[in-house]
């Protein structure tokens, strides 16, 4: 089993590397400061700071997580190193002496996560074990999730920033909603909050784009064919690094509406285009966003000027209606304050 790295060790992913200026260093070293005053050593300061200053951490972490503080930053924001403070020993327990029935499907599709990434490139190599480690301890620990694919790039996420146990509790933390709802329902037979979801970005597109949303309806296309995999991954599965990273800082803050901000920020940016496609170019345009739609200082602000989170709550009260989860009564006694 991995030993834990620290955070200077941490693997940076390939893509991240650029060529920077002096003035680019400088800025970035400032940036620095103030996030290590932040968060104190060790995260010692973090929740202080956070009571005190909320808006300015939110507005930092929205401008990006300095890379080399960025794994311990998400332990803290995602509530995951209280959960392995409070459970030493249960990780290697997982790891070494239980079995997992989902240990064949772990090893068939690890090859597949992230293949191009260094880390993970050697077979049966030190990524790849890790990930193993990680996916089938999640499977034992939660058998009634056990393991889906999907759930591989998340865990491949989060180890090229920290230790096999850090990934481990984080993923905990996400699924089973430490801070934010679960998202256990991502992976659950079904995919019953995959369904939720893209019910409610249909709608949200529609009304902030309904030139587009009418042009979906001619060509047959609904959001199952191009945005499953930007929940389930969380944008990971397909999207570049430096962009992937900037949207899981927030995430991991905000909750899964960054997601549906940045889905709509996607279309929005590539409208135009978007509009005069038909159902092959369409589908191909969705799933291969052009490179300077990829540019997070260009993307994430489009994102958030979309204002969803009401919107979200009065969606997910319509899809329970609808699929009788919630009694009419109740779903129109809850929205009535809302109207």
Known sequence: MEKKRTDESVQVPDRLAKSKSAFEYQREDKKLRKWRKMIGVGGSDWKHYVRRKPNVVKRRIRKGIPDSLRGLVWQLISGSRDLLLMNPGVYEQLVIYETSASELDIIRDISRTFPSHVFYQQRHGPGQRSLYNVLKAYSVYDREVGYVQGMGFIAGLLLLYMSEEDAFWLLVALLKGA???????????????????????????????????????????????????????????????????????????????????????????????????????????????????????????????????????ELKLEYEKKNGKLPASKARQKQKPLA
Not at 288 to 299: E, G, V
Request: glycine share 4%.
């Open 179 to 313: 801070v934010h709802a679960p998202m256990e329902g991502l992976y659950l037979e079904g995919l019953p909050l995959v369904q939720q979801y893209l019910f409610q970005f249909d709608l949200l597109m529609r009304e902030y784009m309904p030139k587009l949303g009418e042009h979906f309806t001619q060509e047959t296309i609904n959001p199952s064919m191009y945005g499953s995999q930007w929940f389930i991954t969380v944008f990971s599965y397909s999207f570049p690094f430096h962009l992937a990273l900037r949207i899981w800082d927030v995430f991991l803050h905000e909750g899964v509406k960054i997601v549906f901000k940045v889905g709509l920020a996607l279309l929005k940016y590539c409208h135009d285009e978007l509009v005069n496609l038909p159902f092959e170019k369409l589908i191909h345009a969705l799933r291969n966003f052009p490179d300077d739609a990829m540019n997070p200082d260009k993307l994430l602000p489009m994102a958030y000027s979309f204002k969803v989170s009401k919107r979200l709550e």
